[in-house]
């Protein structure tokens, strides 16, 4: 099974920053890697896809990118919103999906 | 707009069974893969159960492969999880949702959840 880990597992920001995450898989899974975005009490919500594509109406400060093994989820400029937690998905073992531990980003 | 309704979420005793309903709006059910995908209080998400657009082929999770069945019925636009052999560690939200319109393998909307509690 392809194992998935994310860093940093919580993240403390203001709004306004600049917010990486990165997701590291087992073994390489080209770019069959999603990013979805969970607030508290709430169902996850899918933010990109195959890496790098936007999903429809997520703002464009969010951004994807990597391939292979190494993957970054990128808030180009922190919304109050955005409090929550990250979690990434590979997509490349059909039908093992499995998803990272989350990273959790909360108010500095 | 899509909209995924689950439901059938209860408490129940180790080794009972429980049956979850998932009631799809606003897309064209029968045209897509649709998923389970359940998480454990404080916990992270895990995938369950996949089923293709038309039922034909269904696939599952090691923790719950002989446990579970999902199904779905297109003239209905239901998917449905019969889950048997119920344990503690299933314990979790579970919530069902849509293939994505490019790959199945992605989740692009998803219900609100449903909670099922295994406990004596």
């Known amino acids: 099974d392809i194992q998935m880990t994310q860093s940093p597992s919580s993240v403390s920001a203001s709004v306004g920053d600049r917010v990486?995450?990165?997701?590291?898989?087992?073994?390489?899974?080209?770019?069959?890697?999603?990013?979805?975005?969970?607030r508290p009490g709430k169902a996850p919500k899918l933010l990109i896809y195959a890496a790098s594509s936007l999903q429809s109406g997520v703002p464009s400060r969010f951004s994807g990118s990597g391939s292979g093994t190494d993957f970054t989820l990128t808030i180009s400029s922190l919304q109050p919103e955005d409090f929550a937690t990250y979690y990434c998905q590979q997509a490349n073992s059909f039908p093992l999906f499995t998803f990272g531990p989350g990273t959790k980003v909360d108010i500095k | 707009q899509v909209q995924l309704v689950?439901?059938?979420?209860?408490?129940?005793?180790?080794?009972?069974?429980?049956?979850?309903?998932?009631?799809?709006?606003?897309?064209?059910?029968?045209?897509?893969?649709?998923?389970?995908?359940r998480q454990a209080p404080g916990k992270g998400l895990e995938w369950v159960s996949l089923t293709r657009y038309d039922g034909s082929n269904t696939y599952y999770a090691d923790s719950v492969k002989g446990r579970f069945t999902i199904s779905r019925d297109n003239s209905k636009n239901t998917l449905y999880l019969q889950m048997n052999s119920l344990r503690p560690e299933d314990t979790a939200v579970y919530y069902c949702a849509k293939g994505h319109d490019t790959s199945w393998y992605y989740f692009d909307y998803w219900g609100q959840g449903t909670l099922v509690t295994v406990s004596s």
């Open chain 1, 20 to 38: 990486t995450i990165t997701c590291r898989a087992s073994q390489g899974i080209n770019n069959w890697l999603a990013w979805y975005q969970q």
């Open chain 2, 6 to 37: 689950e439901s059938g979420g209860g408490v129940v005793q180790p080794g009972g069974s429980l049956r979850l309903s998932c009631a799809a709006s606003g897309f064209t059910f029968s045209s897509y893969g649709m998923h389970w995908v």
